[in-house]
C-alpha cells in the first residue's frame, strides 16, 4: 500500500468512521430504535410518528383549568352522587352467573410479600383452587368497605370502595377472567362484579382460544399451557376522562397499575406465581373479549398458576 507522510489510506478511514442512522423517512420498516436515533432529526414537514409522546402533552394539566373545574362540579350534584353509587351494580342474569367460594387466609405479611414477590413465567400445571381465584379478585379490586352519603335533596346514597384506588372513584377498569385450570370452575371466559361479588360468564372454549391466540409472547418465555388462568384489565377510558378530560387516560392507567400490584402480592401470599404480560395483538384480544377497543379496551394482562 502506499504510503504518504506517514499515514495510510486506512487511517483515514478509521478515524474518519462513525455510525450513520438512516433518516425514518427513507426506511420502510421502521423500528423503535430507529425512531429513537432519529429524535430531534426530523426535518419541516416530516415529522415522524411520535403518539405516545403527543399523549403525555396532550394530557398535561394547565392553569387555569376552567374546564376541567366546570367539569367535576357536576359530580357533586346528587343526580351524578346516585349514578356513582350504582356503578358496576348491574343485575346479572342467573345463567351467567357464577357464585364464588369462600377467600382462603392470606396471612403473609405484607413486607414480606413485597419482599417474596417475582415474575414467574413457568408453572406446574396443577389447577387452581376457585377459592384461591376469588381471593385473589378481592384482594385485587374487591369492596373492602361502604359509606353513606347524603344527598342534598334529602335521602342517601351508599358509596363502595376498593382495595385499589381510583381517581374520583369512578372505577374504570374492570377485571375479565381466562380460566384455563381452576378446580371447581369451567374453563371460559368471565367478568369479576366487585359489587355483587360474582363472576359473569361471557365466554366458553372457544372465546378462551381465541384470547390465547392474541397473545404474541412464545411458550418459552411464558407457559400459557402450564398457568391456570389469565386476568385482563379492561378499561372504559372515558368513565375517566368525562370528568377529567385527557388526563383521565392516566388515572386509568394509575388504577390500572394499583390493581395489578394488588394481583401479584396476593398471589405471591397465597403461594402461587404470576407475571405481567401485555404482548397481544390488541384487535384480535378486543374481538376475543367482544368490545370495541375504543370505549372498552385491554390495556394489561397478568398470568398466573401453582408454582413448579
Not at 100 to 112: F, N
Not at 270 to 279: E, P, V, W, Y
Amino acid at each position: 500500500m502506499q504510503q504518504d507522510s506517514g499515514f495510510d489510506e486506512f487511517s483515514v478511514g478509521i478515524n474518519a468512521y462513525r455510525v450513520m442512522a438512516p433518516e425514518a423517512r427513507a426506511v420502510g420498516v421502521r423500528t423503535h430504535q430507529l425512531r429513537f436515533d432519529n429524535l430531534g432529526a426530523e426535518s419541516a414537514g416530516a415529522v415522524s410518528s411520535r403518539v405516545a409522546e403527543d399523549f403525555l402533552t396532550a394530557s398535561r394539566l394547565r392553569a387555569p383549568d376552567r374546564e376541567g373545574v366546570l367539569s367535576a362540579s357536576d359530580y357533586f350534584g346528587d343526580t351524578m352522587v346516585t349514578t356513582l353509587a350504582q356503578l358496576d351494580d348491574d343485575p346479572v342474569p342467573a345463567h351467567q352467573r357464577v357464585e364464588l367460594p369462600p377467600s382462603v387466609p392470606a396471612t403473609m405479611e405484607l413486607g414480606e410479600a413485597l419482599m417474596r414477590r417475582r415474575s414467574v413465567r413457568g408453572y406446574s400445571g396443577d389447577p387452581v383452587a376457585a377459592a384461591e381465584l376469588a381471593t385473589v379478585l378481592r384482594l385485587a379490586d374487591g369492596v373492602t368497605a361502604e359509606a353513606d352519603i347524603e344527598l342534598l335533596r334529602g335521602g342517601r346514597e351508599t358509596y363502595r370502595f376498593r382495595t385499589a384506588p381510583s381517581g374520583g372513584g369512578l372505577f374504570p377498569v374492570a377485571l375479565h377472567v381466562v380460566a384455563l385450570d381452576v378446580g371447581g370452575l369451567d374453563m371460559g371466559v368471565y367478568r369479576y362484579q366487585p359489587v355483587r361479588d360474582v363472576l359473569v360468564r361471557e365466554g366458553g372454549q372457544a372465546d378462551v382460544d381465541r384470547v390465547l391466540d392474541a397473545f404474541t409472547t412464545p411458550g418459552t418465555a411464558i407457559s400459557f399451557d402450564t398457568a391456570a388462568a389469565l386476568v385482563v384489565m379492561v378499561a372504559s377510558p372515558w368513565r375517566s376522562m368525562r370528568k377529567y378530560g385527557p388526563r383521565g387516560l392516566r388515572f386509568v392507567l394509575h388504577e390500572t397499575g394499583c390493581i395489578t400490584q394488588n394481583l401479584h402480592l396476593a398471589v405471591t401470599s397465597l403461594g402461587l406465581g404470576s407475571t405481567d404480560c401485555a404482548s397481544f395483538v390488541d384487535d384480535r384480544l378486543h374481538a376475543a373479549l367482544g368490545i370495541d377497543g375504543v370505549l372498552r379496551a385491554a390495556v394489561h394482562a397478568v398470568v398466573l398458576g401453582r408454582l413448579e
